[in-house]
């Protein structure tokens, strides 16, 4: 059997009528609603939203770390939202990576021994010339004996990116990026994702609360109330800034 391509299909990842409910009825919550979106391949996308709006857990829906209510998730041409447990995280670990805001690195394992730990976890011997690229890709070429503690945030978010990175995954998926850096190593961090579209042709999805941010995208996805309310194409940080001044005169 031949798989389809991304490229074909014209669509890397994409959520049809996504519904997510926490909680039994009458006092559920209905973090979506109805969410349709499409990412291209080789694009860069934002997501952005009041504190409440879904923008987490469309992120976490179409990564497959959870299940929708009611609705599909596809990466290309499979649909991941039904798929068996172990089936779907064999599948996220090849096609899917992943950046917490909060690192999520072990204290106690070397830089790379935590780009290393997703493969061993999976069962993979570790290919230590995939490691020394992956964290030469993001500048720390020379840390790789060093712990989390010795490097300052901004190098430990680059080894979450370089964990992220060592599959080379076709999704990557990355929840507040910069939300625990300065703005200046949060633009170094930015352009690492940035240069991961325009170089490596990889699709990314980023939820981020800061316009400047979002102005690194191609495209922001603006929702309220687990809707998508508004798009924005080739955003400018201005431009992001008026469309959320705006939604949020509207809540």
């Not at 009528?17 to 039994?24: F, I, K, P, S, T």
Request: glycine letters at 12%; proline letters at 5%; aromatic letters at 4%.
């Amino acid at each position: 059997m031949v798989e389809t391509t991304d490229v074909e299909l014209g669509t890397a990842a994409r959520a049809e009528d996504l519904h997510r409910e926490y909680g039994r009825k009458p006092g559920a919550v209905h973090a979506l609603r109805g969410v349709s979106v499409s990412l291209a391949p080789g694009t860069f996308t934002a997501v952005m939203g009041p504190s409440g709006s879904g923008k987490t857990t469309l992120l976490h829906c179409l990564a497959g770390m959870d299940r929708p209510t009611q609705g599909s998730v596809w990466w290309g041409g499979t649909e991941v939202s039904r798929l068996p447990e172990r089936r779907l995280a064999r599948l996220r670990r090849s096609r899917v990576g992943f950046v917490f805001q909060t690192f999520n690195l072990m204290p106690a394992l070397t830089v790379a021994q935590n780009v290393e730990l997703p493969g061993r976890l999976a069962g993979r011997r570790p290919d230590r010339g995939e490691v020394r690229d992956a964290l030469a890709r993001v500048g720390l070429a020379g840390r790789a004996r060093h712990r989390p503690g010795q490097l300052s945030g901004g190098q430990q978010q680059r080894v979450a990116i370089a964990r992220a990175l060592v599959a080379r995954p076709r999704v990557l998926f990355a929840d507040e990026p910069t939300g625990a850096l300065d703005r200046a190593t949060g633009h170094e961090i930015l352009a690492l994702l940035r240069a991961g579209v325009d170089l490596d042709g990889q699709t990314c999805v980023m939820v981020t609360h800061d316009p400047v941010a979002a102005g690194y995208a191609d495209r922001v996805l603006l929702l309220a109330d687990g809707l998508v309310v508004d798009e924005l194409d080739r955003p400018t940080a201005a431009r992001v800034g008026e469309r959320l001044s705006r939604l949020g005169a509207r809540a």
